[in-house]
């Protein structure tokens, strides 16, 4: 739990709040005796011991989930230094994006076409009938607002560096976020699609990465002018759940893959109807 733990913050770009659950819940069942043992640790102190918890089963309680989307058009330009070894062309990337997180951080999001105080209940106002389907899950529509300049109130700071290239991550990201329909605030929901929306583009660039270096040529020049189609979003359904799971895939990447994947992954059959690409190819 904790290398796993350390393996997601390193790679994360956003931070968790102060008031953040540090717990994870360790599930192990018996496959002959259908025993559950649960345990929690605190991922926040590596000398913590493991502590005994309840695991009680709810019914209904997959489909007790509150949807929030967003569409968020990128237009990220990232410089290379020449002083960077081969570029570095990872290394920059993330540095670029780091950047770009904290835009998401500061922007303004509008829930159903207004503001919302981070205090307020999400279903606050809302009819039971709006925004939902038949399976019981409510949609809510949310616009990114991203501020173009920082305020009078920031001081900023320009340098010059000497370039020897750029990367330019540009089109549109589809993005979604799930809640329980427990009371939950604004500000959860916020945050919650907040981190999607960093995640998903972090995520794949690392995946187009682990691709280049597979199966680039390795006589490939450096200074030559390159287009990577970044992967495309997909959902698939969870059974029995209102949740949809989210993975990607390339173009040139055949059906029967992701569906395979989904075996390997969650012992779960996906059928091709189910797999809902959210994103053009040009995106």
């Given at each position: 739990i904790?290398?796993?733990?350390k393996s997601l913050t390193k790679r994360r770009l956003w931070k968790p709040a102060e008031e953040e659950v540090s717990e994870r819940a360790a599930?192990?069942?018996?496959?002959s005796t259908k025993k559950v043992v649960c345990r929690t640790y605190d991922v926040q102190d590596p000398?913590?011991?493991?502590?005994?918890a309840d695991w009680k089963y709810q019914s209904a309680l997959s489909a007790s989930w509150l949807a929030l989307s967003c569409t968020v058009n990128v237009n990220i330009h990232i410089p290379l230094l020449a002083t960077s070894p081969n570029h570095d062309l990872e290394k920059n990337t993330k540095n670029g994006l780091n950047r770009w997180s904290k835009q998401i951080e500061d922007s303004v999001f509008l829930i159903n076409g207004q503001v919302r105080g981070d205090d307020t209940e999400l279903l606050e106002g809302q009819k039971k009938s709006k925004g939902a389907t038949q399976s019981g899950t409510?949609?809510?529509?949310?616009?990114?607002?991203?501020?173009?300049?920082q305020g009078s109130s920031h001081r900023s700071t320009a340098a010059v560096q000497i370039c020897s290239g750029s990367i330019n991550l540009k089109g549109a990201v589809k993005c979604r976020a799930y809640m329980?329909?427990?009371?939950?605030?604004?500000?959860?929901?916020?945050?919650?699609?907040?981190?999607?929306?960093?995640n998903t583009l972090c995520d794949r660039c690392e995946i187009l990465f682990e691709d280049l270096i597979i199966n680039e040529a390795p006589h490939k020049k450096n200074f030559e002018r390159a287009y990577h189609v970044l992967p495309q979003r997909l959902f698939v359904p969870i059974a029995g759940s209102s949740v949809m799971l989210s993975d990607?895939?390339?173009?040139?990447?055949a059906t029967?893959?992701?569906?395979?994947?989904?075996?390997?992954?969650l012992d779960q059959s996906v059928q091709t109807k189910d797999i809902h690409i959210a994103e053009d190819i040009s995106t």
């Open positions: 904790f290398s796993v733990e599930l192990q069942i018996c496959s000398k913590s011991s493991a502590k005994p409510h949609f809510f529509d949310v616009k990114v607002l991203t501020q173009l300049s329980h329909n427990n009371k939950p605030k604004v500000k959860e929901a916020v945050q919650a699609l907040k981190r999607d929306i960093i990607y895939k390339f173009g040139d990447e029967e893959e992701i569906q395979e994947r989904f075996v390997e992954m």
